[in-house]
């Protein structure tokens, strides 16, 4: 996608609520099938549990389809949360639509055959992720908001549904996750008024802070051991990367879907401008996540490796390389990327 394009979607979507078409048709659904993207993160999983929960108050018939049940081990709690939601890894024959959360691409989708499987029903989208296409048949697609479950909680009020209880605490994991315990730029006040609201509902900030911060396994700790012990700057200081090979991740007894946020690591560092994590969760797909820290835009650097994602905060996955010249390239793309200066997130 050109950054024209990202330029002009960004300006016609803000702040933009779902339109009285998306409403109409979501009110008309009766079994739903609920999707999120591959290596689920709080916001995906959140977003389609928490929507799932408000459905089903209203008597619609739906479940989460999650191939092969993976998800981060850090993350299982949340579908502790979601338990009165079926779980499926194919989603069910009955199903007469699907609504995508959280997910930018049609390749990315969390089904086995991607979206391509789900294209039969009615779709919907919806995310807030800069780069989607509106791949859907109905579709809401928001940038300004700082997570789908911001989202899903603005629709719900869109509706007149109240959201209480499992639903408050799922969505507000969302909002906690995606904002990084509402400390990164995309901390709006809208946010923190839909945090609010949903923490009025019931929803339980120990337990999530807990959960999300204070609850980490051994075997994801002894990962993060490899992550900083892995974890380079550039001799400038501008650049923080690291990287888990397939043994380091196999070793510490974690799999691919527990490399979730290991590249706040490196970008904990002070000063630097650009964070990037390196990871190969299956042998020969080399996953980067690049973070951009104040003003730097790290989407540019993705999108020439035919990734995307959010402006400051995108990934890619890359096929039959090996994470040495990964590194080499999407490090050299890193380094013009700062030299050429010439993209900035605006102020
Ligand atoms: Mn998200």
Not at 237 to 260: K, L, R
Not at 267 to 276: F, V
Request: charged share 25%.
């Amino acid at each position: 996608m050109s950054l024209t394009r990202v330029a002009s979607r960004s300006e016609a979507a803000a702040g933009t609520g779902p339109s009285a078409e998306f409403l109409g048709a979501l009110r008309g659904v009766r079994r739903v099938v609920l999707a999120g993207h591959v290596t689920p993160d709080a916001d995906s999983l959140s977003s389609a549990l928490g929507l799932g929960l408000l459905l089903r108050e209203r008597g619609v018939e739906a479940a989460l389809v999650l191939p092969r049940m993976t998800v981060a081990k850090r993350l299982q709690f949340l579908l502790e949360l979601g338990r009165d939601i079926a779980m499926v890894s194919e989603p069910p024959a009955s199903a007469e639509s699907a609504i995508i959360v959280d997910t930018a691409t049609m390749k990315r989708v969390n089904v086995d055959g991607a979206f391509e499987r789900l294209a039969k029903l009615e779709t919907f989208n919806i995310d807030h992720h800069i780069t989607n296409p509106d791949y859907a048949r109905h579709n809401w697609v928001d940038p300004h908001a700082s997570s789908s479950c911001e989202m899903i909680a603005r629709l719900a009020a869109a509706l007149g549904w109240p959201v209480r209880g499992a639903a408050a605490s799922l969505l507000y994991a969302g909002l906690h996750g995606d904002t990084a315990g509402f400390s990164l730029p995309n901390t709006t006040a809208e946010a923190l008024n839909i945090g609010a609201e949903l923490v009025r509902g019931g929803a339980d900030v120990t337990h999530i802070g807990e959960q999300l911060c204070r609850s980490q396994g051994r075997h994801d700790f002894e990962l993060l051991r490899r992550v900083y012990d892995h974890t380079t700057v550039t001799d400038d200081g501008q650049i923080a990367y690291s990287y888990i090979s397939y043994d380091d991740i196999t070793e510490s007894g974690c799999t691919a879907e527990d490399v979730d946020d290991q590249v706040s690591i490196p970008r904990a560092l002070r000063g630097i401008r650009i964070a990037m994590l390196f990871s190969e969760g299956e042998p020969g797909i080399v996953r980067v996540n690049l973070r951009g820290e104040g003003r730097t835009s790290v989407i540019e650097i993705a999108e020439q490796f035919g990734g995307g994602g959010h402006v400051q905060s995108s990934g890619v996955r890359m096929r039959n390389k090996p994470m040495a010249k990964v590194i080499e390239e999407v490090l050299g793309a890193a380094r013009r990327h700062l030299a050429s200066e010439t993209i900035r997130v605006p102020s």
